[in-house]
């Protein structure tokens, strides 16, 4: 089974910088290596919305319109794990954030439906103070 553990979460101050990761694991059909990996967000009351996308197939990396030139994305392929780093927070980050994941992926459509992905992990709070 593809399973997926996400850390780095917490209480910032805005204007802060955050560094999220997300390592994954999967089985012999579904390997992690094979995984394309994303990371989303959802706020109270509002839909699931995506951030930033990895494709395994050719590293190309995708970011949603709302965090342009605040976010990074970067895969660390020796250990399973992606970070997301996300820089100048505002109180209005405040979110659980997600990762998901998935095989042959691809960013476009994925960050625009969240629900194409079927692989999630239980999310890490992220509140930002002003």
């Known amino acids: 089974q593809v399973l997926l553990q996400e850390s780095g979460g917490g209480l910032v101050q805005a204007g802060a910088s955050l560094r999220l990761s997300c390592i994954s694991s999967?089985?012999?059909?579904?390997?992690?290596?094979?995984?394309?990996m994303g990371w989303f967000r959802q706020a109270p009351g509002k839909a699931r919305e995506g951030l930033s996308c990895?494709?395994?197939?050719?590293?190309?990396?995708l970011h949603g319109a709302s965090v342009e030139g605040r976010v990074t994305i970067t895969s660390d392929n020796a250990n399973n794990t992606v970070h997301l780093i996300m820089s100048d927070l505002k109180p209005e980050d405040t979110a659980v954030y997600y990762c998901?994941?998935?095989?042959?992926?691809?960013?476009?459509?994925?960050?625009?439906?969240?629900?194409?992905?079927?692989?999630w992990g239980q999310g890490a709070q992220v509140t930002v103070s002003s």
């Open positions: 990895i494709q395994r197939s050719d590293g190309a990396t």
């Open positions: 999967g089985d012999r059909l579904r390997p992690a290596r094979r995984l394309g």
């Open positions: 998901g994941a998935g095989l042959a992926l691809k960013c476009a459509p994925v960050l625009r439906h969240p629900s194409y992905l079927i692989y």
